[in-house]
Each structure stands twice: as structure tokens, then as C-alpha cells.
């Protein structure tokens, strides 16, 4: 949900990493209260509405995010249910209550927090700075100006104060996480016996009439569903990549007028002898020690290596002289940086003091800023012209390419030869596929396309199908060339595998009713002379030890009295018996799972307080929901 993102300042730095390639809804807090917007209204919150234009952004959005998390899986369709749609328009619902609650709360972001925010995203600096030039690219590659950027940082900021507020106060009793911790630290030793259906083999015969019935009632089993091979094109705009390649002159006028871009900063060699400090005493005989040092270094500055690796008690630099190697601008500590950058080459520093302690610092070399010749950065200068002309081109191809596959529908040749497209042919390709199928058939696993092709019009007229979105920037056009009907399996071919089905399926009762018999006898007292399995002790805490039946039904048996006998279905069929022998807890907890839990358990109480937060508000507020518009409206 959106105010997982305002959790904290971490998640609000990647909320415009999302912007590089997700649209985000809304514009800020004053968008909600003037009510901007056009078109009829899905849903009202106090006196705000919300527009099909405002939930046609955060549906694209939501799609995007869907897309990005499930890949070539993600069925579009899939999401276009009323149940979908009302989720989806429940979310802004929580969103714009929390909205006019932060508005009315008169609560906001400072100027100096928004910058400071800003200028730590990750993807806008260069060489661990602030970088304007990459700020601006990267607002003008989404379609934002600053203003509208800076106002949905602003309102996630703001956000981040309501639902931190909120949702960060979960505390978890001392009391309760003893309970707790006792019942998930808590183990039981077990013995373990298994009915097998197969013991029960020489038990179970099956008639032809029993295969008959079964035929006959399970008719739609044996289906063999229809099959269509078709003819396929594919346009992209990766397939587009290949066909461009940018002029000398348009690399060239790209160089010369973002040079900001491939400027290399300054890099300066350093030594150092670091002589650790902590605390005002050890600070003291620190300094003491770091001046009788570097006296020694300015008596023998050609000795600076071998003093180094004599007095320097930096594990990593020491046992090579002190050499630090090459950096740049803020890769360092602030007061050793500014003492490097003041420098001359072969120039000696004075003590310089750093959070780690004392450093004498020796610069060996400096590798001047300077502009990457053209040569250098003409591959990545091809490959940025090359993708932002494909992008233009497929934007204006595929209008063209949909209206050619429907205006010209008796043949794919007329689109291909235009873009160069290679015409494909597909394998059968079956009707009705569940999703996780889907993913075998490659571009062609796509419900639309497979709706599409055995449509009427595709089947009997072999008609091109519409353009089908199967990837971003993707359109898939396909055409049937050979079609087989859906038909019956007949009995003789199927024969045996009912027969078998029909005999597990009788073996598994029977498995289950002898353990469950034998279970009642231990039950009510009768002498156990069963085999049982080798002892082994089990706990909640590692559930990958058994199925989770059983783990549930030893765990909720009685163990007042033991040995306890419990059971519960097999995985595979069959049945499952356990004998619990003791009952024991761990003498002592780590402290640290005791605080891991705490933690946890804290969270989940701050998610419970945030829902009946939001609960309150959807009570405090007059919400309106117009279910017909939302579930009429075609996507």
C-alpha cells in the first residue's frame, strides 16, 4: 500500500527510484482539496471526490507495479474484475483520508528537510554528490517539472509524520512475549507411524462398471481442449533498437551539449598514519603519541612508508606504507577530505583529528578532473540516441501497425514488410490454459492474445486478431493457420488411467480408516505394539519439519497425560500417527530471538493500531462509493 512507502526516509529516497519508471496518482495535498480533475466522480470523502481520471492513474500505476513484480506471468486481465477495481479504489479512499487528516493536522515538510531528502537519493548524485544535471534529466525522462516533484515528495513526507505517528507506536508487553516465546520455543519428542495405501493393495479391485461410472460422470476430464497453430508478428521497440543507428553529427551535438555528463572529478593519492582515539583520556595520549610521530615523519619524509607500517593502526593500510590509493571528493571523512584536497603533491599535513582519531597524511599524487573524450563516450552516447529515436518511432509505429493488422486483416505480410517484421509460427497452442501454464507459450501465454485468437472471427473467417499489449512496448498480431476442435478421449484410451485413479483413491480410504481405528484403540487405553518410527523432537519454530497437519495436530493435542497419540492425513495419502513422549521448553532464550520477537510482535500491534486508525477515519468521514460507475466502466 502507498503509506508503506512513508514508513521512513529510506522509503521515501526509493519512492522516486518507483518514479523512474512508475506514474505516480496525485500532485500533493492541495490537488485533493480543490478538487481538480475532470469526468464523473467514483467515490466522494468528505467534501472531496474522487475523479475516473485520479483512479485511472493509480490503476496504471498499480498495473506497472504488478507487471514489474510478476514479469512475463502478469495477466492485465487478471485485474480488470470488479473486486480488483474496488480494491484499487479503496486504497485512495485510505489515501485521501489520511490526506485530509494530515491537512487538517496542519502538518507539513520544511523546505530544508525536502532538499536534504532530495540531495541523498541515491540515483541524483554523482561521485557521492548532489548532482543538478542529474535531477533535471531524470524529472524531464518522467515528464515532471520540479514543482510537481517536490510536491509528492513534500506530501510523502508529510504523510510519513501521520503514519509514523500512528503506526510506529506498537508495544509489545514483557509479559505477552514470555508467553509467546514459551510457546514457540516449546518442543515435543515424537514417534511417528504411517499407514501406506499401498499396504492395502491386495484389498481393492476395481470393475469395469465402477470405470464405466466413473467415465461417464467425469466426462469433461477427458477432454482434449481445442488447438489452434497460428502466424504471429511482434513489434517492439527493442526489435526497433536494431533498425537505428544515430548519425557522427547527432552523437557529436549530443557530446558537446551534455558534457556535464562525462566530466571526470579530481582524484588525489593519499598515505596516512592513523593513530586510533576514543574517549577523552585515550584522546589525550593519542595526540601525545601522534605528535612524537610526526616529528619522526617531518625529520625523514622518505621514511613515511616504513613509519607507516611501523606505527599506523590502520589494519588496512598499514602493511602497505599507508597507501589509501586513489579517491575523489566525498569518499572520505570530512576533515581528512578537506586536509587531501588542500594539499601539494608530496606535501605533508599537520595532525589532522577525525572521529577515528589522529592522522599524518602524506599526498603522493593527483590525477587532474577532466572531460572524457568523445571516442570514450561515444558507445553509451549511440545507445541513449538510439533508444530515445526507437521510443519515438514505436510510439508513432504503433497506431500504424494496429490500424494495418485491422484494416488489412486477411494477412500479416502488409504490417511486416512495412517494419521489417519477421513472421513466426507457433506450435498448437491449446484453449483455456491455467495462468501457471501460461508462461510455457512464451509471448503467445498471454489470455487476451489466446482469447483473441479463437474468437469467432479469428477461427472461422482466419482473420488477423487485434494488436495485443503483450510487454511494455510490446504488440503481438497473430492469425490462425490450422485449427483443431476440442474432443472426447474415448474410453479404451483412457481406461487404465481411471482404473488406477479409482484404486488409489480406495486405498487412501482404507489407509485412513485403519489409522484412524487404530488411533481411537491407543486413544481409550489399548496395549501400543506398534513399530513405531525413531524418537525426534519437533517445535513450532521449524515447521519445515513436518507437513503442516501434522504439526498443527501435535501441537493442539492434550498432553496432560502422556504418551498423547494424535493424527492426521499423510501427504501422498495414507495416514499419519504420533506418539508424543515428553514436553519440554529450552532452559534458557537467546536474548536476542527475545528481542526479535518483541520487535515483531511490536510491529504487528502498530499495523492493528494504523487499521482501526483508518477504520476511525472511514467512521469519522462521509464516504460515498459509486459501485455501478466503477464496475461499468470497460478497461
Keep these: 500500500m502507498f503509506f508503506d512507502a512513508v514508513r521512513n526516509n529510506k522509503r521515501v529516497v526509493q519512492i522516486f527510484l518507483a518514479l523512474i519508471t512508475l506514474p505516480f496518482a496525485f500532485w500533493g495535498v492541495d490537488s485533493y482539496v480543490r478538487n481538480t480533475g475532470a469526468g464523473a466522480d467514483l467515490a466522494r470523502v468528505g467534501d472531496t471526490k474522487i475523479t475516473i481520471l485520479q483512479f485511472d492513474q493509480a490503476w496504471r500505476a498499480q498495473q506497472d507495479r504488478m507487471r514489474q513484480v510478476l514479469g512475463a506471468s502478469f495477466l492485465p486481465e487478471s485485474m480488470n474484475t470488479p473486486a480488483a477495481r474496488l480494491a484499487v479504489l479503496n486504497s485512495l479512499v485510505d489515501q485521501r ?334 484453449r483455456g490454459l491455467s495462468p501457471d501454464k501460461l508462461a510455457g507459450l512464451g509471448q503467445l501465454g498471454n489470455q487476451k492474445v489466446l482469447a483473441a485468437v479463437f474468437s469467432d472471427d479469428s477461427l472461422k473467417n482466419k482473420r488477423n486478431t487485434e494488436a495485443v499489449e503483450v510487454a511494455p512496448n510490446t504488440l503481438l498480431a497473430a492469425r490462425v493457420i490450422e485449427y483443431r476442435p476440442a474432443s472426447t478421449q474415448p474410453l479404451a484410451i483412457v481406461k487404465a488411467e481411471i482404473e488406477a485413479l479409482l484404486k488409489a483413491e480406495e486405498e487412501a480410504v482404507l489407509a485412513r480408516a485403519a489409522g484412524e481405528s487404530k488411533l481411537r484403540e491407543l486413544q481409550q487405553g489399548a496395549e501400543d505394539k506398534l513399530a513405531w518410527a525413531p524418537v525426534r523432537r519437533v517445535s513450532r519454530q521449524d515447521g519445515r519439519q513436518l507437513p503442516e497437519a501434522s504439526l498443527k495436530a501435535i501441537f493442539r493435542a492434550d498432553v496432560r497425560q502422556l504418551p498423547a497419540y494424535v493424527g492426521a492425513d499423510a501427504e501422498g495419502g495414507g495416514y499419519m500417527l504420533y506418539k508424543i513422549m515428553t514436553v519440554s521448553h529450552p532452559e534458557k532464550v537467546d536474548d536476542n530471538r527475545r528481542k526479535a520477537l518483541q520487535a515483531e510482535y511490536g510491529t504487528i500491534l502498530g499495523q492493528e493500531d494504523f487499521a482501526a486508525y483508518l477504520a476511525g477515519l472511514r467512521l469519522r468521514y462521509k464516504i460515498d462509493i459509486n459501485k455501478s460507475a466503477l464496475e461499468s466502466k470497460e478497461r
Design 97 to 430: 483520508l489520511l490526506l485530509l487528516e494530515a491537512s487538517q493536522g496542519r502538518l507539513g515538510a520544511g523546505d530544508d528537510l525536502l532538499r536534504d531528502v532530495i540531495a541523498k537519493i541515491p540515483a541524483l548524485q554523482e561521485n557521492g554528490r548532489f548532482s543538478m544535471a542529474r535531477y533535471q534529466a531524470a524529472l524531464a525522462a518522467q515528464g515532471m517539472s520540479q514543482a510537481q516533484f517536490e510536491a509528492q515528495m513534500r506530501q510523502d513526507l508529510t504523510l510519513q509524520q501521520l503514519v509514523g505517528a500512528v503506526g510506529d507506536t506498537g508495544i509489545a508487553g514483557n509479559k505477552v512475549v514470555d508467553k509467546l516465546l514459551r510457546i514457540q520455543t516449546e518442543e515435543r519428542q515424537i514417534a511417528e507411524w504411517r499407514f501406506t495405501p499401498g499396504q492395502f493393495a491386495d484389498q481393492v479391485k476395481i470393475t469395469l462398471p465402477a470405470i464405466e461410472k466413473y467415465y461417464a460422470q467425469n466426462l469433461k476430464r477427458f477432454e482434449v481442449a481445442e488447438q489452434a497453430k497460428v502466424e504471429y508478428v511482434l513489434l517492439s521497440l527493442e526489435g526497433l533498437l536494431a533498425q537505428v543507428k544515430p548519425s557522427d553529427g547527432e552523437v557529436t551535438a549530443w557530446y558537446e551539449s551534455h558534457q556535464d555528463r562525462y566530466q571526470q572529478a579530481e582524484e588525489r593519492r593519499a598515505s596516512h598514519i592513523l593513530i586510533l582515539a576514543s574517549g577523552e583520556v585515550d584522546r589525550e595520549k593519542a595526540r601525545a603519541k601522534a605528535e612524537d610521530v610526526l616529528k619522526e615523519v617531518q625529520k625523514s619524509p622518505a621514511k613515511f612508508a616504513e613509519l607507516a607500517r611501523q606505527h599506523s593502526q590502520d589494519p588496512g593500510s598499514a602493511e602497505k606504507g599507508g597507501d589509501l590509493g586513489f579517491f575523489g571528493r566525498g569518499m572520505m571523512v570530512k576533515p581528512f577530505e578537506d586536509s587531501v584536497f588542500g594539499l601539494r603533491e608530496n606535501e605533508l599535513s599537520g595532525l589532522v583529528q577525525s572521529e577515528f582519531g589522529y592522522h599524518i597524511i602524506k599526498l603522493t599524487a593527483i590525477k587532474p578532473g577532466k572531460l572524457r573524450s568523445l571516442a570514450d563516450a561515444r558507445p553509451e552516447i549511440e545507445e541513449e540516441l538510439r533508444r530515445q529515436a526507437a521510443s519515438r518511432q514505436f510510439a508513432e509505429a504503433a497506431e500504424t501497425f494496429s490500424n494495418m493488422i485491422y484494416e488489412q486483416p486477411d494477412s500479416l505480410q502488409p504490417a511486416a514488410e512495412k517494419f521489417r517484421l519477421k513472421i513466426q509460427q507457433s506450435g498448437w497452442l491449446p
